[in-house]
């Protein structure tokens, strides 16, 4: 009878932290339910909703029900040339853009990891275009792109040469160039801090042991840090690479200010176009389920390579 008490109160104890744990639990579940509503109704329902609209013909604009035609819109937008040339035209966009993003972000994250007092400064300078919305960065570059702006001033410059108009915003070519570099602009601060993140993360330790064997800096870099880095440059590279495919306020602005569209009519572009102008949703939505279909397997991608990569120091 004597041990009975200490055997009661474990259990009480027991009863009381697990009472504890679900309490804290339901509250947990209130806070988060905020955000899962809010989830379900702004991304969850529209994907849904993509999906079922794909397999209907529907004019945004009229009052008649949806009529189910099956695989129909599917077959006429992957038989359409127009939308083959968005496909063209994103791929070249995001192949253009996220390798120099992220090979050159990670060589800024270098520079700036090893300016021991200057390198906030530098992370500030970089960052802040990072801070503007996508339509104020490209109205910016349309004045900078304009046929008396600082980029042909600059261009002229650099090739002791005047007057001459580079065509930034009317030649089929340029017009593709001039949306990469405003996309770079905007973006190349945000990654080179998620990759100064990732080189703090590296024990300075493995470095000062490198330079006691002798090892120089292009060794330390290429040997040590490339592949400590790789989880880093991995994330880095997807990220990037799903913006790149989300791109649209960019290439729309352009188009309203009179550029070509064929050249920068990357799918977001199309399917704005397809169920805002021709007030074809279903065909919209196919291009919205390719475009996410294609999304998700890269983020899937990117787990796996994230997983595989894991480095324990």
């Known amino acids: 009878m004597k041990g009975k008490?200490?055997?009661v109160g474990g259990s009480m104890a027991e009863k009381k932290k697990s009472g504890l744990e679900r309490k804290l639990a339901r509250w947990g579940w209130?806070?988060?339910?905020?955000?899962?509503?809010?989830?379900?109704?702004?991304?969850?329902?529209?994907?849904?909703n993509a999906f079922v609209m794909s397999f209907h013909r529907k004019n945004m604009i009229s009052l008649l029900r949806p009529v189910f035609v099956g695989f129909n819109n599917y077959l006429t937008v992957l038989?359409?040339?127009?939308?083959w040339n968005s496909v063209r035209a994103t791929v070249t966009f995001t192949l253009g853009t996220f390798i120099p993003l992220t090979a050159l972000s990670l060589i800024l994250a270098s520079f700036i990891t090893a300016q021991k007092q200057s390198a906030r400064i530098w992370q500030i300078v970089f960052y802040s275009p990072a801070v503007l919305s996508s339509a104020v960065?490209?109205?910016i570059w349309m004045i900078i792109f304009q046929p008396t702006g600082l980029a042909n001033q600059l261009v002229n410059g650099l090739l002791l040469r005047g007057g001459v108009d580079m065509r930034w915003l009317s030649n089929g070519n340029m017009v593709q160039f001039s949306t990469m570099i405003v996309y770079f602009w905007k973006y190349i601060g945000y990654f080179t801090i998620l990759f100064i993140t990732g080189l703090a993360k590296i024990p300075h330790g493995i470095?000062?042991?490198?330079?006691?064997?002798?090892?120089?800096?292009?060794?330390?870099?290429f040997r040590i840090t490339l592949p400590l880095l790789k989880p880093t440059t991995v994330m880095v590279s997807i990220m990037a690479m799903l913006q790149c495919l989300k791109t649209f306020s960019t290439q729309y602005l352009f188009?309203?200010?009179?550029?070509?569209?064929?050249?920068?009519?990357?799918?977001t572009l199309n399917i704005y176009t397809t169920a805002m102008r021709e007030?074809?949703?279903?065909?919209?939505?196919?291009?919205?389920?390719?475009?996410?279909l294609t999304m998700l397997i890269l983020t899937i991608v990117q787990f796996r390579v994230s997983?595989?990569?894991?480095?324990?120091?």
């Open 207 to 221: 470095y000062e042991g490198a330079v006691m064997d002798g090892a120089g800096r292009f060794q330390t870099f």
């Open 79 to 83: 038989q359409s040339p127009g939308f």
């Open 255 to 267: 188009v309203q200010s009179g550029a070509p569209r064929a050249p920068i009519d990357v799918i």
């Open 307 to 313: 997983r595989s990569d894991d480095i324990t120091y």
């Open 137 to 139: 960065a490209a109205l």
């Open 5 to 7: 008490p200490r055997f």
């Open 30 to 48: 209130y806070f988060v339910l905020p955000a899962i509503v809010f989830f379900s109704i702004f991304s969850f329902y529209p994907i849904i």
């Open 279 to 292: 007030y074809n949703v279903g065909r919209a939505s196919v291009m919205s389920i390719l475009l996410f």
